[in-house]
């Protein structure tokens, strides 16, 4: 009974981490739609590429969307 419980557990606590991530890309990815924020974003995305290109290595550095879902992320994660 102990280890059905556990498996619950387990099973719960999978089911919260990815509603969290996926949470956060959609917040993100609203704020792509979002016209005040998108030109700002997609700029440093293409200079992230651009960049990549030059040096032969996609490093992201840069790039605005992984530090914005990083962002959302932990936000979610500290309410939790």
Not at 14 to 19: A, G, H, Q
Not at 62 to 76: F, R, T, Y
């Amino acid at each position: 009974m102990l280890d059905q419980i556990e498996n619950y557990e387990k099973a719960n606590l999978k089911k919260e981490l990815k509603d969290i991530a996926v949470g956060s890309v959609d917040k993100v990815f609203a704020l792509l739609e979002d016209p005040e924020h998108a030109a700002k974003i997609q700029r440093s995305a293409f200079v992230s590429a651009l960049d990549g290109i030059k040096d032969g290595v996609m490093t992201y550095k840069g790039d605005a969307v992984l530090p914005l879902i990083e962002a959302e992320m932990n936000s979610k994660l500290a309410a939790f």
